[in-house]
């Protein structure tokens, strides 16, 4: 990096023979997290995974981040420097290294933005866009995790001594950079999204920016065993509650037929599963599918506590 | 851009041969700027006038922007449209393209985060670390106005209804990109830096920076004529105001004497003021010299009200 933070900009050298991929996103103490129950190392590992998790849908390797601060007078130094941890702890592990940043004081309530800059070959980008009738509808690991332990946390108001793993999941998202990359590398997905706002927000926007409707087969659904059974004890349906609930950072993908045998190499070697949920149509409509039942519409997308 | 707004992330075209300049900046309501005096449209401009002329004190020219607005409830949807008029107007006068952003509601204060990415030629990033002892101090444009247009502001409450030229200096900044870029291409600038904290808080920077000390002449520092009318009725230094008041947005620089010749191209046609007010040093002292008398230390630099 030829120059550091420090002056009134960084200077990085771009990577050759690839398109940049940027984003940016807010996290707002009320809104995307809640100081009473997230700890600080939390909220900075979140607010940089939710970054991450958006270039993984993209199949883009993360390069760089600028971390800018909006930090409440009462806020202890012990506190911002734990913040500061959790979020170097997460960029340490993807080999991202941080450009610059900007930090102010404000009136209002903690608010962190992350912009992450990242790279992508040409022609391997992955959009929400590409998806076609018949291709099927996967999704990475197990969903709804994050939504339990989020009810947990909010029931609990601090963390429980020993804290659950759907807690964990919760606090400390892990997005999926090495999956979208190899998603995107050997052209095995024809669409990708993040489950940022849950599973069902995921398919109909994947399914209406391709112009494809689908049918997600409920029992078919990756459901983390620990959220099963949190949801069932408190009479709530586990396949509603997990694919409505937000903060899972899965990513849901389509493929076409003809390009299902790549999807092993995108296993990573068994490091994350892979599960088949559903096809897209060629109408419009987006369901779901139950054994015995008639089609029901996909719940509505998770919207972030306010 | 082969993809825009709307997907997990923006896709874009790095410029070939190449350094890439990255910025971040906050700007807070309450902090750094106050919505009873500052309309929506003077908001959405300085909110990307501070990140260009960050970049401007690289050298660099401006490529893309990202926007993030936190925004209040009570935000009136005709405000933001014209917050969105201001950004957007000051973008295409640089043809600077936004290429994604965010957009969240609040319970605290509106908040404004822009990331602009930028390129320079390698070996032609302006740093504030390259001044020597005998290079010379200029400053572009003139100063003070913006500090005399912020005081306007806070004493009447609301915009005069014909707008002084100082308010109109403070409220719609105008970042010296192109003098930045010509500074920086024909390598006549040993260090640079913006303004955005005072003039002598940039001094201190440079200074500090690049192990110089600074003999800044106050009769030859550029003030603008209605500033310092302003600052005199009122009983107050004009230098010590102009100096130490923030916003101005111009830059500072620094020339060593076998590059002067150079500055001729960096005037641009005329169309800028650059001023030579002073001197780097071998010592580390960084003083205000005032004909006839003692050398002052130069005063602290602005910070936002607060």
């Not at 590992?45 to 939710?50: Q, S």
Request: charged fraction near 20%.
């Amino acid at each position: 990096m030829p120059v550091g933070i420090g002056d009134d900009a960084a200077v990085v050298e771009p990577e050759r023979n690839s398109l940049e991929v940027v984003t940016v996103d807010a996290l707002v103490d009320g809104v995307h997290f809640d100081r009473r129950f997230t700890p600080p190392e939390a909220i900075g590992h979140r607010a940089l995974a939710v970054s991450l998790s958006d270039l993984a849908a993209m199949g883009a390797a993360p390069r760089f981040a600028l971390l800018s601060c909006v930090l409440p007078p009462a806020l202890p130094l012990p506190d911002f420097e734990a913040f500061v941890s959790g979020f170097t702890a997460l960029a340490a592990s993807c080999r991202l290294h941080l450009a610059g940043g900007n930090l102010t004081r404000s009136p209002g309530p903690m608010m962190v933005d992350v912009t992450v800059v990242g790279t992508v070959k040409r022609r391997r980008a992955l959009t929400r866009g590409g998806a076609r009738p018949g291709d099927e509808i996967f999704v990475t690991g197990v969903i709804g995790a994050a939504a339990a332990g989020l009810q947990m946390l909010q029931q609990n108001g601090t963390p429980p001594p020993a804290a659950h793993s759907c807690v964990t999941r919760y606090l400390f998202p892990v997005p999926r950079v090495r999956t979208g990359l190899l998603l995107g590398r050997n052209r095995a997905a024809s669409a990708c999204m993040d489950l940022s706002d849950g599973l069902a927000d995921a398919v109909r926007q994947v399914a209406a920016a391709s112009g494809v409707g689908a049918v997600i087969d409920a029992d078919a659904i990756p459901i983390d065993e620990g959220a099963r059974t949190w949801f069932t004890a408190r009479g709530a349906d586990p396949v509603i509650e997990a694919i409505s609930g937000g903060d899972d950072y899965e990513l849901l993908f389509t493929v076409g037929a003809r390009r299902r045998g790549r999807l092993r190499a995108a296993r990573n070697g068994g490091a994350v599963t892979l599960t088949r949920i559903g096809v897209c149509t060629g109408d419009a409509r987006v369901v779901l599918r139950r054994r015995g039942a008639a089609d029901e519409p996909l719940p509505p997308g998770f919207h972030h506590f306010r």
